[in-house]
């Protein structure tokens, strides 16, 4: 277990990162070179297992507004990151901290049509997200959208599928779906809305579409939570990168800080500083053994 209040330094960084003390609460700099903004969400020494073996170990983590990535090799504990933050999974240890329905919008919404206990404070959209195939589209965001008092069709026409509302979800191609999915995962305008790899699997220009939505949604003061192997696509959206290596965060912040603490000038560069301990190239193409497997056991 690595101590929650200091950036993990089994690497030999022995930097600092967001983890834990809010060291970087305030004043530190974006890659815009303004200051960062309060958290909406705190992850304090969260530990997950799984049979015993720990996925997540000890991950304190500040959340902020904006486009947040989480990378790291496959198996090292991305979608458990992002379940623990959609509290979808529970942690064995350690404490989340969400928005709630009085956060920022639920004073905002206090006088409007909108009762404060409908605010969504969580938006999440799952790897496999278990859509109605018969239903079309309009219909699936018409029930999310009853929830939370918000407008299908508006929402449909943000992820560019207005075309498609009356389309049967089975019908869909796998980006379309991936983009309903966003469209599911924001309506409401949440506060918080996590991504779990929103792109995997689309064509480049679906890859890019995901990410401008995330992005699009993030200038509106959301903190948007992003899980991705793209990290061409972290590069250009990203406001701040999570850096996770066999559960552990290896390194956390602003793009632009990381970037100068490592002396690298990509999130590539990044990758394979914070998880190999260098940034050539040949690092990074070596087979990864990193990942911790666990087989055979469920939520
Ligand atoms: N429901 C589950 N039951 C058992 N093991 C699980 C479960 N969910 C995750 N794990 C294990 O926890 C570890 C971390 O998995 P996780 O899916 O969080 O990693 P990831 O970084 O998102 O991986 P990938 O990049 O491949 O999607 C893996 O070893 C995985 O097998």
């Given amino acids: ?44 020494g969260v530990t997950r297992t799984y049979g015993g073996i720990v996925v997540l170990d000890d991950v304190s983590l500040s959340i902020r507004p904006g486009v947040t990535a989480v990378v790291g090799p496959n198996g ?32 905002e919404l206090g006088d409007s ?3 404060p206990s409908l605010v969504r404070r969580v938006g999440y959209l799952p790897q496999r997200v278990p859509f109605r195939e018969s239903f079309t589209a309009r219909e699936t965001l018409a029930f999310y959208a009853r ?27 796998g980006g379309m779906r991936r983009l309903l999915g966003i ?32 992005a ?10 992003v899980s991705s192997h793209d990290l061409d696509l972290v590069d250009r959206y990203a406001d701040r990168a999570v850096v996770l290596d066999r559960g552990t965060v290896v390194a956390a912040g602003p793009i632009g800080s990381l970037y100068a603490e490592y002396d690298v000038d990509s999130v ?4 394979r500083a914070a998880i190999h301990g260098t940034d050539s190239e040949s690092a ?16």
């Fill in 1 to 44: 277990m690595t101590d929650a209040h200091t950036t993990p330094d089994e690497a030999g960084h022995g930097r600092q990162s967001e983890a834990g003390n809010g060291r970087h609460a305030e004043g530190d700099r974006g890659r815009d070179g303004t200051t960062e903004p309060t958290p909406v969400a705190t992850l304090d």
């Fill in 76 to 107: 090292s504990g991305k979608s458990t990151l992002l379940g623990t933050l959609a509290e979808v999974t529970l942690p064995v240890d350690g404490a989340v901290d969400r928005p709630t329905e009085t956060d920022d919008r639920g004073a």
């Fill in 113 to 115: 049509a909108v009762e």
């Fill in 147 to 173: 929830l939370v008092g918000d407008d299908p069709d508006a929402a449909l026409e943000s992820v560019g599928l207005k075309d498609a509302s009356d389309r049967r979800v089975g019908a869909l191609s």
């Fill in 183 to 214: 469209a599911q995962a924001t309506i409401g305008d949440p506060p918080l809305v996590v991504l779990d790899e929103p792109a995997s699997g689309l064509d480049p220009g679906m890859r890019e579409r995901a990410f401008r939505l995330a």
């Fill in 216 to 225: 699009e949604n993030a200038a509106g003061g959301t903190a948007v939570v």
């Fill in 268 to 271: 590539e560069g990044l990758y």
């Fill in 284 to 299: 990074g193409d070596a087979p990864d053994e990193r990942a911790v497997h666990v087989t055979g056991v469920s939520e």
